[in-house]
């Protein structure tokens, strides 16, 4: 992360501001630029840059980012433009749970599926033991439903556990009986 | 005084009428075009051991076996919205073309009461559904002002105004106990000046629709009669067929 340098302003937490391109068009200190945006989710889950062609990325609050699907003028004050969905101002950027939702199914690496079971216990906020020979930090979770592989949000693995980071107002108890069990 | 026994006169089958007000609601839900198609939203209640049926008129509205629509796995992936089978109707009529702007001139959810609250509920559903289009304002839809926007006219607009709820009777019997006379002219005032707003900002030739869910003349015809009046617009005629569960089809003038 870049540190706050001489001649550059600050974040403004009351409006969206759009990401620079590059650092060469960057006006706020610290900002991230869509280039850096792009290179995370290509390099860390292998989601292709042109998934996000249509999009914009904005700032509003301290190093929370926002997807907009289209473009308007920069920077305006509203309260909501498209939906969170990475923050950085951790050393490891992390991505939201919405985003991954909406955006997950392109990602190619550091995705964890799981059973139903570990599912339900990752959904309702509980940390598990998991056997994972990949990368450790935030991955992509996900499980096979209807068919297909789908996200259900980021987990935090570490030493052999998977952290739930479903936020509490997005965790459920799921207790239904599956008919197909995988 | 009984809200429904105003509308006799106006009613063929008045028993009729109030024998549908007393049947309960079932349990409905939208599925989400952005994250699923109904085909895949249906396999995985299936998967869950949840009984669905289509609601006919709408194909991506199911009828769910459970009281619990909330609590599936496609709730949580943000397949499935719950919701009236009726709430569908207002986004069927205003029928937006990909590329459009459209304005919800009041979009967060809650009937009358007003609190910042609402503001969250409809963040967090447009980010569970991955709603990736939408910007949202918090400020008066009787006098709105597009000057945050680069633009200055939208090609749609979409009143889904307060009222006073008679309509939502099948779901929260006690609603009529805060109905006067009063509150009628008052909330009719705010929604005469929501919808002109609306018809003000949207373009030549553009679409607006009206919607309550109340039986009110005095919120629905009447607020429609002033508005024809007062602003550059024309009624249009738009028909959706609804055959909910054995209930009558019927067309829905706009």
């Known amino acids: ?182 | 005084m009984d809200v429904l026994s105003r509308y006799e006169p106006l009613i063929d089958d008045f028993a009729a009428f109030e024998a549908a007000c007393e049947r309960p609601l079932p349990s409905v839900v939208r599925v989400n075009g952005i994250k699923a198609t109904p085909g895949r939203a249906r396999t995985a209640l299936d998967a869950e051991g949840i009984e669905h049926e289509p609601c006919g008129w709408h194909p991506g509205l199911l009828e769910l076996d459970t009281d619990h629509p909330g609590r599936t796995w496609g709730a949580f992936h943000g397949w499935l919205h719950g919701q009236e089978e009726v709430s569908a109707l207002p986004a069927t009529v205003c029928d937006p073309e990909p590329g459009e702007r459209v304005w919800a001139a009041c979009a967060a959810p809650g009937g009358k009461d007003r609190n910042l609250g609402r503001l969250s509920a409809l963040r967090f559903n447009a980010e569970r559904l991955g709603v990736t289009s939408m910007a949202v304002t918090n400020r008066d839809a009787r006098n709105y002002s597009l000057n945050p926007f680069d633009f200055d006219e939208f090609d749609r607009a979409l009143c889904d105004v307060p009222c006073s709820c008679e309509g939502t009777i099948r779901k929260n019997p006690d609603a009529p106990e805060q109905w006067s006379l009063g509150y009628l002219d008052e909330i009719a005032s705010t929604q005469e000046a929501i919808l002109r707003r609306a018809i003000q900002t949207t373009r030549p030739g553009g679409t607006v629709v009206y919607s309550t869910c109340t039986f009110a003349p005095e919120e629905n015809e009447a607020v429609l009669d002033r508005a024809l009046d007062r602003e550059d617009c024309s009624s249009g005629r738009a028909s959706a067929s609804i055959r909910a569960c054995g209930e009558p089809s019927g067309s829905i003038p706009t």
């Open chain 1, 1 to 182: 992360m870049s540190e706050p340098s001489d001649g550059l302003a600050e974040n403004h937490g009351s409006r969206f501001d759009r990401l620079p391109a590059t650092p060469a068009e960057r006006e706020v200190a610290g900002r991230a630029t869509r280039e850096a945006v792009l290179d995370f989710w290509d390099e860390r889950y292998g989601i292709d840059p042109s998934v996000f062609a249509d999009y914009s990325f904005w700032e509003k609050g301290s190093r929370k980012l926002w997807a907009f699907r289209g473009a308007i003028d920069s920077p305006i004050a509203i309260e909501s433009l498209g939906i969170t969905f990475l923050r950085t101002r951790q050393e490891h950027w992390k991505p939201t749970t919405d985003a991954v939702q909406r955006f997950g199914r392109h990602a190619t690496r550091n995705v964890l599926t799981l059973s139903r079971e570990a599912a339900r216990r990752f959904v309702a906020g509980e940390d598990q033991a998991i056997e994972w020979d990949g990368d450790w930090g935030y991955l992509i979770v996900a499980h096979d439903l209807a068919g297909e592989r789908e996200p259900l949000g980021v987990g935090l693995y570490l030493h052999g556990e998977l952290r739930s980071q479903i936020p509490k107002g997005r965790r459920r108890e799921l207790e239904g009986v599956d008919v197909d069990e995988p």
